[in-house]
C-alpha cells in the first residue's frame, strides 16, 4: 500500500502530496496495489441515522476502486474510543482518517499527532470547536444551525397567534455535540427573530437516543404535566419517538395535544408523521458515502477542497408525509 508523506496539514485549502512512501500492504479487497487506505472514526451506533450513515461510507468505500481498505471503528458514542482508534490509525499509518466526532472539543492533541504524522484529517458529519480548525482538512456533513432555523421557522409560523405564549419542551441531543448545540442555537435565534412568544418549560439532553429520549420525556411529564405544553422540539427522530410512547403512556395524544418537530427523517419518523403523531421534519441526509470517497481522494491527491461541503437536505410538513414515505432510506 502507497501512503503519501505531506508537506503539512495546511489550512484546510491545499496540500502538497511529497512522494509516495510507507510500506506496501496488502489491505483487502482493493488488490493492494494504488489504492487508498482510510481510518474512520464513527461515533457510534446510536440512531438509525448513524447506521444509514455508516452503510453508506462503508458501501461506498467497498464499490470504490480508489480505496484499498476502510478501517471502520464503531466509538460507541465514547469520545477516548474515539482518540484511540485515531492513534491506531496513526500508527497504522493510513492515507487518510475520517473522523465524525462525537462532540466539538478534546480534539486539539491527537489531531495535532495526526498533523505531525503528515496524514489528512477529513471530518465526516459533526464538527468541532473553531480554536482547532486549522488541525483537519475539510468537513462534509449538514449545516447543523440551518436545520435548526428551519424549526424554528415552521414553529414560529404554526404559534404566531398563540396570545397567552407558546410553552416549549426541548429533548437536546448529545451534550456537547454540534448538532446539538446548533440545532438550539438555530431554532431559538430564529423564535427570537420573529419575536414569538415562549417560554421553554424544560430542555434537556436525550443524548440522541430513543430508550433516553423517553426517559427524559417521562420526566418532563412527571414535573410539569403536559396540560398547556404547545410544542416539543426533538433534536433527532429517536428522541422524538422515544417521547411519543411516553406521551401516550400518559394518555395524551402526540401531535394534536403536543406538537412535535424531529430532526433526520427516518422511515420511523416518517411513519409516525403518516400516523399523525408529528407535526414537522427537519431532513438530515447521513447517505453521503460516496460524496465522502471522492472528498477523502481529493485530499489524498493534496487537491484544493472547501473547508466546509454540506449534503442536500429538505424539511417537511404532515401534507408531504404520505408521499416521501417511500423515499426514506434508513
Ligand atoms: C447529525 C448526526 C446526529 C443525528 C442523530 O448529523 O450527527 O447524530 O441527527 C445522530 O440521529 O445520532
Not at 233 to 243: T, V
Not at 270 to 287: H, R, S, T
Request: net charge negative; charged share 25%; with cysteine.
Amino acid at each position: 500500500m502507497k501512503r503519501r508523506t505531506f508537506a503539512g496539514i495546511g489550512a484546510g485549502v491545499f496540500l502538497l502530496p511529497l512522494a509516495a512512501c510507507g510500506d506496501d500492504s496488502d489491505s483487502g479487497d482493493g488488490g493492494g496495489g494504488d489504492g487508498l487506505v482510510v481510518g474512520f472514526a464513527q461515533v457510534g451506533a446510536e440512531s438509525a441515522w448513524r447506521t444509514a450513515n455508516s452503510t453508506s461510507v462503508q458501501d461506498a468505500a467497498a464499490a470504490d476502486d480508489r480505496i484499498a481498505e476502510l478501517k471502520f471503528v464503531d466509538a460507541q458514542q465514547d469520545q477516548e474510543k474515539q482518540i484511540e482508534a485515531v492513534r491506531n490509525f496513526i500508527t497504522q499509518q493510513v492515507d487518510v482518517i475520517v473522523l465524525a466526532p462525537v462532540v466539538e472539543t478534546g480534539w486539539t492533541d491527537v489531531l495535532q499527532e495526526a498533523a505531525d504524522a503528515g496524514i489528512p484529517v477529513v471530518l465526516a458529519d459533526r464538527g468541532i470547536e473553531a480554536a482547532d480548525e486549522d488541525l483537519y482538512v475539510t468537513r462534509l456533513g449538514s449545516d447543523f444551525v440551518a436545520e435548526g432555523r428551519s424549526a424554528g421557522e415552521w414553529a414560529a409560523t404554526t404559534f404566531a397567534d398563540d396570545a397567552d405564549g407558546t410553552r416549549i419542551l426541548e429533548l437536546q441531543g448529545t451534550t456537547g455535540s454540534a448538532p446539538a448545540n446548533d440545532r438550539k442555537t438555530g431554532f431559538f435565534e430564529v423564535l427570537d427573530a420573529e419575536g414569538l412568544n415562549y417560554e421553554i418549560v424544560d430542555s434537556q439532553s436525550g443524548n440522541f437516543t430513543a430508550e433516553e429520549g423517553k426517559s427524559v420525556m417521562e420526566t418532563f411529564i412527571t414535573t410539569h404535566g403536559l396540560d398547556g405544553i404547545d410544542l416539543l422540539y426533538a433534536h433527532n427522530d429517536e428522541m422524538g419517538l422515544g417521547a411519543i410512547q411516553a406521551i401516550e403512556e400518559a394518555g395524551f395524544a402526540p401531535g394534536t395535544d403536543i406538537q412535535i418537530i424531529i430532526v433526520d427523517g427516518s422511515k420511523a419518523g416518517f411513519q409516525a408523521g403518516v400516523d399523525g403523531k408529528l407535526n414537522y421534519i427537519v431532513e438530515c441526509n447521513p447517505v453521503f458515502g460516496e460524496q465522502l470517497m471522492d472528498v477523502v481522494v481529493q485530499v489524498a491527491d493534496g487537491e484544493s477542497v472547501e473547508k466546509f461541503t454540506p449534503v442536500e437536505e429538505g424539511v417537511f410538513d404532515a401534507t408531504q408525509f404520505e408521499a416521501e414515505l417511500p423515499n426514506r432510506q434508513f
